[in-house]
């Protein structure tokens, strides 16, 4: 095992109300997505209220953890410690191959249908906004492949949106985004994400944790980009918010077609208007001794 090494991840949601609230079922995606090079060792997940847990998977082969609860509280908080094993040296990630496929993208006639749920965009009244966003780029025709225009377009949002954290529910449309100039993780990668979907171009929503500086110092949060499908190599990440490809610090929980698919913690409450009171996330990484 000396090609291998652990991570721990540190993950806590809480939610204040100002009396108590009845809480109905929540959604919560948070155990990462295990593959040839991540494994999870151990997951324990902590709750208040006290709630009864079931696991299941989605469609699009996230494992969902679904809380439900026994009681009202004045307080929500969902506390996650996992600790993961990476399949490499922490010295020597691995460096994953690019795609030569050229623009258009050819898709195997047997994945078409499948990927026409990631093709089809989410905005459709967007439309407009998106195409004269589209209409700045470089005409994907003229890159030495789809996958060079990809990372163009992540370093074109990255240039163009600054990196506003916001702590409401749900995501910007592409148009809130370009007019407002700036946006969060999760904003920024749905505007790829729509952005190439309209080029024919394959893409999700992931949602995770992101290995920086700022979750090694216990005040990280959550992280979203996009992935685009290419032709015999598969999905591939591209972080608008670094506009970067994705590497071995990107740990996926979830992946989806929409934005709300893979919201870390989906829920709602019974109370009075105004009862919730404040919200706080934190991620928080670190390397265990094994």
Not at 28 to 36: A, D, F, S, T
Not at 148 to 176: D, N, S
Not at 273 to 282: D, Q
Request: charged share 20%.
């Amino acid at each position: 095992m000396s090609d291998s090494h652990l991570l721990r991840i540190i993950h806590r949601t809480y939610y204040q109300y100002a009396q108590p609230v009845t809480f109905e079922m929540h959604r919560l995606v948070i155990r990462p997505r295990e593959g040839h090079d991540l494994r999870v060792e151990q997951l324990n997940l902590s709750i208040t209220p006290a709630a009864d847990v079931t696991w299941a998977w989605d469609i699009f082969g996230n494992l969902i953890a679904y809380a439900h609860f026994r009681e009202p509280g004045t307080e929500l908080k969902f506390d996650v410690d996992v600790v993961v094993r990476r399949f490499f040296s922490p010295d020597a990630p691995p460096l994953k191959p690019h795609s030569p496929s050229l623009y258009p993208l050819e898709y195997d006639p047997l994945e078409q249908a499948i990927l026409k749920g990631y093709m089809t965009p989410v905005f459709t009244e967007e439309t407009a906004a998106v195409h004269e966003w589209i209409g700045t780029l470089p005409n994907p025709g003229g890159f030495p492949s789809a996958e060079a225009f990809v990372l163009q377009v992540a370093e074109a949002i990255h240039q163009k949106i600054g990196y506003k954290r916001r702590e409401q529910k749900g995501v910007q449309t592409p148009g809130t985004t370009l007019s407002l100039g700036s946006g969060s993780c999760r904003d920024v990668a749905t505007l790829m994400m729509e952005t190439l979907r309209h080029l024919g171009i394959a893409a999700r929503f992931a949602s995770g944790y992101l290995d920086c500086p700022a979750t090694r110092a216990a005040r990280g949060s959550t992280h979203a980009w996009a992935e685009v499908y290419f032709p015999q190599l598969g999905w591939r990440g591209f972080d608008p918010t670094t506009g970067k490809r994705c590497e071995h610090r990107h740990i996926v929980t979830g992946t989806s077609h929409h934005p709300r698919g893979v919201m870390p913690v989906t829920g709602r409450y019974f109370g009075p208007s105004g009862a919730c009171l404040s919200m706080e996330v934190g991620v928080e990484f670190s390397t265990p001794e094994g």
